[in-house]
């Protein structure tokens, strides 16, 4: 990526970084890039505990000593979640944390279940594993649902997998019935700010932003969202000053490269 993130180009990461926000993913170019520099991996068969992930010889000796250090079940799949989780291998990651809640079924474990397989959904290149990742965390949600009706996140995630697929205004809908349910919710609101980006409605892009400013003025991923959609409605001067400010944080070095770009295409 280079040249900066100028109008209607790389705005896919953007987008991306608000729509996540509800999981918290606020260094998501550099994860980006990890995915794409691997080789391409295919995630764990739900129907097996075979692992279909190309793996390089220190993974496969860093599992070994998991399966042999951990004699319980559960906790062997938990290590193995948390294990491939850690080196963004989300799929992998669902896939045994999922046995874990099968196992011992909570909230919090089909929660956490869920939103590996939204990561998954997320940062997948592949649109036919993507919609498959999509449907596995709305089963998981539903289950989280099934246990407690007002988890929001789980809603919000959710709603957010149908984007992509053959019904995208499930999304909206769901969003506006989250927000109905719970106005100042800021991921619904992050959610709705950036599928307003998406579809090139960047002045209700920048109501939302704004919005979540107000409930959470050191937000980031709203200061992105709302940076962007300023230079896409043509106020750059006050998209500069954002920048500026975020360029201020810790924000890795891929999305500090693209803001240093940006602001010099603006210049």
Partial sequence: MSGGLKPHSNLGIIVLVGVLASIGLYLLPKTLLQKEEQSEVQPADSSSKEMHTSLTDKQIDELSSIRLNNL????????LSDYFAKEN????AAFFQSSLSEIESSESNWLKTGDL??????LSLNPVIREKQGELAREAYQKVLSIN???LQA???SAMTYAS???PMQTI????QILEENPRYIPAIMSMGALSMQSGQYDKAISRFEQVLTLEPESINAKLGLAYSLIESGDTSKAKLLLIEISRHEVGEILQNEISNTL???N
């Fill in 149 to 151: 009706p007002r988890q």
């Fill in 89 to 92: 291998i989300f799929d992998s």
């Fill in 72 to 79: 319980d079940e559960s906790t062997e799949l938990k290590a």
């Fill in 155 to 157: 809603k919000t995630n």
């Fill in 173 to 176: 809908m769901m969003l506006r």
């Fill in 117 to 122: 397989y939204y990561q998954a959904y997320s």
């Fill in 165 to 167: 697929s053959a019904s």
């Fill in 264 to 266: 010099k295409s603006l």
